[in-house]
């Protein structure tokens, strides 16, 4: 992997990850007559509950659903520059434009997947795919060592109904300058188990799930992949690496090659899921540990990949008991979910 750092007409840092590890790639100026960049980025904590709160009233001017031609996540080209000043790229990341946090507050970056606007994740070679967990660990190391980062969070969004706004694939890369609400209660979960009867929670509820067998979706050598027992959304599958690690940094070689080839054919279920054009929404999240801590120690790195559609023509809000009061109700039994994935893997 080569790795090529320049900056856009604005003073964003944009980075270049070639999977070829030659010559140094060629720093292309951006033409744009940008204005420096500023944000208004402000962390609230809740009192009752002691959750962060991020306040980013300057994104309501972001990009909202461009024509295709008009892409900012497209290579540039004559006569139309986008937020990359690169004739072509293999997989390219760049401080959001229009970020949650920035500065003191952390950091947002955008991963692009792909020069190919029409494509998915789901539709990458391995090679790609390695590359971009090469990149994810990448930015994961040089992101939790700046000061006051807490939390770095590498994730995609896919599709109109999870509420993206830019069609081209791609994610999003946050360094929190706190810990996660979501974070947090694991945290305060794994550790009370810990206290209680000196195991790894985490490490319990992979090996049950493996023992146990039908919620198990895939399994390689290295990873599984199951539908949890207590999943909050109709198809839902949280991807543990066996050996348990705290971040994307400090993966085992023998589980970063095996990632590929079992992420993409993930992906690629849950696009046959429904039997519609459409591809499937979905939100892909890496669960990282915190970046120092007690907590750190006793975490386990995972994914988690869900989707908000329950069927090919019904979507599955969060209404009154999910948003108002956290509870969730799944409509698909768990079981069912997983034996639904398996039996796709054969079209």
């Given amino acids: 992997m080569k790795r090529t750092s320049t900056r856009l007409a604005d003073g964003r840092e944009i980075l270049y990850f070639d999977a070829a590890d030659g010559s140094a790639r060629a720093a292309v100026p951006?033409?744009?007559?940008?204005?420096?960049?500023?944000?208004?980025?402000?962390?609230?904590?809740?009192p009752l509950l002691g959750?962060?709160?991020?306040?980013?009233?300057?994104?309501?001017?972001?990009?909202?659903?461009?024509?295709?031609?008009?892409?900012?996540?497209?290579?540039?080209?004559?006569?139309?520059?986008?937020?990359?000043?690169?004739?072509?790229?293999?997989?390219?990341?760049?401080?959001?434009?229009?970020?949650?946090?920035?500065?003191?507050?952390?950091?947002?970056?955008?991963?692009?997947?792909?020069p190919d606007h029409r494509t998915s994740f789901a539709e990458l070679d391995e090679e790609r795919a390695a590359l971009v967990l090469a990149a994810w660990s990448?930015?994961?190391?040089?992101?939790?060592?700046?000061?006051?980062?807490?939390?770095?969070?590498?994730?995609?969004?896919?599709?109109?109904?999870?509420?993206?706004?830019?069609?081209?694939?791609?994610?999003?890369?946050?360094?929190?300058?706190?810990?996660?609400?979501?974070?947090?209660?694991?945290?305060?979960?794994?550790?009370a188990h810990r206290a209680r009867t000196g195991a790894n929670l985490f490490e319990e509820v992979l090996a049950a799930e493996r023992a146990e067998g039908t919620r198990i979706v895939l399994e390689g050598e290295h990873w599984s992949a199951f539908v949890p027992y207590a999943a909050r959304w109709p198809y839902e599958v949280h991807l543990y690496p066996h050996r348990r690690t705290a971040d994307l940094t400090t993966l085992d070689d023998a589980a970063r090659a095996e990632f590929p080839g079992l992420y993409l054919e993930l992906l690629r279920r849950f696009d046959r899921l429904f039997c519609v054009p459409a591809p499937t929404p979905y939100v892909s999240a890496w669960h990282q540990a915190p970046v120092a801590g007690e907590g750190?120690?006793?975490?386990?790195?995972?994914?988690?990949?869900?989707?908000?559609?329950?069927?090919?023509?019904?979507l599955k809000y969060l209404a009154g008991t999910e948003s108002g009061m956290e509870a969730y109700m799944n409509d698909v039994r768990p079981e069912d979910a997983a034996a639904r994935l398996r039996e796709v893997a054969s079209r």
């Fill in 296 to 314: 750190r120690a006793d975490f386990a790195l995972h994914l988690e990949l869900f989707t908000v559609r329950r069927t090919a023509d019904k």
């Fill in 138 to 191: 990448d930015r994961t190391a040089e992101l939790s060592a700046r000061a006051g980062v807490r939390q770095v969070y590498c994730f995609e969004n896919r599709g109109a109904e999870i509420g993206v706004t830019l069609a081209h694939p791609h994610g999003q890369i946050y360094a929190f300058p706190f810990i996660t609400p979501r974070t947090t209660r694991m945290l305060a979960t794994v550790a």
């Fill in 51 to 114: 959750d962060a709160v991020v306040i980013a009233s300057h994104r309501q001017g972001r990009t909202y659903h461009p024509p295709a031609d008009a892409c900012p996540l497209c290579p540039s080209t004559e006569g139309r520059a986008s937020e990359i000043p690169a004739p072509d790229y293999d997989v390219v990341v760049f401080e959001n434009r229009f970020p949650s946090l920035a500065g003191y507050h952390g950091r947002c970056e955008v991963i692009c997947f792909t």
């Fill in 30 to 46: 951006d033409p744009r007559p940008l204005d420096p960049s500023a944000h208004s980025c402000e962390v609230r904590r809740d």
